[in-house]
């Protein structure tokens, strides 16, 4: 019989995400059936999933947390955006629509069906479900037709866990306040509160915690100290996309507007003898690169057009003639080559614009979105390679006969200035140890790390630091079996 308990937070960014996955991972190593579970999430940095889907990243993290594959009940509805005030909207993995924000609020009723059902489903053959809500259910501006927070609870029949971030200050306002604003109903669903990101001395917060659970009358489930390995597991949210100094050899990523899979950084930041730096918009490729990598991009030809506003063109111009190496993943594939057609305006405007001109390759832009797991080799080492692909576009022209990689004995990618320029549409080859080490040696760096096994000792450590922490006996006895599944 299923039982669940949703995670909310008393603001964005407060852990909720690490929180959730390491939840997951304490449950299972007690020998629960756990599965994680995202009503509603907005990230580009997306997961492809087991059955063809995709949802977000935070969610493929959870999931192997709790030791399952990625499925797209995990995370039913994902927003991806495009521009400013519009998203593309994933319905169970699949493209439902791309709407602007006001439009989304008005669908979301209509989306709740879709979300339930999955959840239904997801409770299936487990002992816990473990829920994430997405930023805070304080907005309660946003309360009419909610699907990710209190709208949620109360239509499945959850109970909450309210958590507080300390590092950011007024913690203590941050959750009593979260109280006195919601309606009696919401404040009803919420029967226990933690404390996150705390440095130093923990019992210092006592006098805190006892103030809350007066004010609120909520259960303390205690105070979880700031973890200092939470940058070695994969990061979802932009806000925690950040440089990470290390080694000599030094690897530069210029941060494009609508970024995108950009957990193809993790692995390069987890070398000790690599420096991973994100240069900011506005600020120069800096001169002294080894490698440049373009990441994937939501809106590759919007962020073209961003990566020459910044004057990055011509900085990349110049790496290239110093001999410096770079990479284009999908969407920073798609920017070296010599030109981008989008003729049906799935981007904006239908037409062409130049591309860098590094690759002698062109892409057109298509409806249709590939979304696959995939098995590759890279020829020249002949390293295994486990990724994924999900993109718009095909790219073809001369130097795809010049191919890096074999998938399905079909050669693919591109390359030119004698291998030094390179690009594919196959994200998470980093996280192949064997051609991780291959790509480095070239660049002058010996690596001897163990990636996934790195992830999964993380993930290990997040469990013990929450055990050691949090009461979870007392968060288990606060879950209940969804008033839904009574139905």
């Known amino acids: 019989m299923a039982h669940a308990i949703m995670i ?10 690490m929180v959730v996955a390491g939840l997951a991972r304490a449950f299972m190593q007690r020998g629960l059936r756990v599965a994680p579970f995202k009503p509603q999430n907005m990230s580009n940095n997306a997961a492809v999933t087991v059955d063809g889907g995709e949802i977000g990243r935070a969610q493929a993290l959870q999931a192997r947390a709790a030791g399952l594959k990625p499925h797209t009940d995990m995370n039913p509805v994902l927003l991806k955006p495009e521009t400013d005030t519009g998203a593309q909207v994933i319905v169970q993995g699949k493209r439902y629509a791309t709407l602007r924000a006001r439009d989304y609020a008005k669908a979301k009723p209509h989306l709740l069906a879709s979300v339930l059902e999955s959840f239904a489903r997801l409770c299936e053959g487990v002992d816990l479900v473990i829920i994430e809500g997405a930023g805070s259910p304080a907005e309660i501006n946003l309360r009419a037709g909610d699907i990710a927070n209190m709208g949620f609870a109360e239509a499945a029949g959850v109970p909450v866990i309210l958590v507080g971030d300390i590092d950011r200050g007024g913690v203590i306002a941050q959750v009593v306040g979260t109280q006195a604003i919601l309606p009696p109903s919401d404040r009803d669903l919420i029967k226990g509160f ?13 006098d805190g915690l006892r103030e809350i659970v007066e004010r609120t009358g909520w259960t303390s489930l205690g105070v979880l100290p700031w973890f200092a390995d939470a940058w070695r597991l994969p990061a979802e949210d932009i806000m925690d996309l950040r440089s990470h100094r290390a080694g000599a050899l030094k690897v530069v990523v210029p941060k494009l507007g609508r970024i995108s899979n950009f957990d193809d950084l993790d692995p390069l930041s987890s070398e000790p003898d690599v420096s991973v730096q994100i240069i900011e918009a506005g600020r120069p490729l800096p001169g ?3 490698l440049v990598l373009i990441p ?11 990566f020459r506003a910044q004057g990055w063109d011509i900085d990349l111009a110049a790496h290239i003639r110093r001999g410096g190496h770079v990479m284009g993943l999908c969407g920073g594939y ?7 057609s989008d ?40 390293a295994e390679v486990q990724g994924y692909e999900i993109h718009l576009g095909i790219t073809d022209g001369p130097d795809c006969a010049n191919a890096w990689l074999s998938v399905d004995e079909e050669e693919t990618g591109a390359m030119s200035h004698g291998g030094r320029v390179r690009g594919c549409y196959l994200h998470g080859i980093f ?12 660049l002058g760096v010996e690596s001897g790390l163990d990636f996934e096994a790195s992830v999964e000792a993380t993930l290990d450590a997040l469990a013990a630091h929450i055990e050691t922490h949090l009461d979870l006996d007392a968060l288990l006895d606060l879950a209940q079996r969804p008033t839904i599944l009574n139905r």
């Open 334 to 340: 798609q920017m070296l080559g010599r030109e981008i």
């Open 343 to 382: 003729p049906d305006g799935i981007e904006g405007v239908p037409g062409s614009v130049p591309g860098l001109g590094h690759l002698n390759v062109t892409t057109v832009m298509k409806p249709q979105k590939r979304l696959a797991l995939t098995e590759a080799r890279e020829l020249e080492s002949g």
């Open 8 to 17: 909310q937070g008393a603001g964005s960014n407060v852990g909720k995400s």
């Open 296 to 306: 994937g991009s939501k809106a590759t030809i919007p962020d073209l057009a961003h």
């Open 431 to 442: 996280s192949a140890d064997g051609f991780r080490r291959a790509y480095l040696a070239r």
């Open 288 to 290: 002294d690169a080894d």
């Open 194 to 206: 933690a404390i996150n990101k705390f440095r130093g001395d923990v019992s210092l917060f006592d």
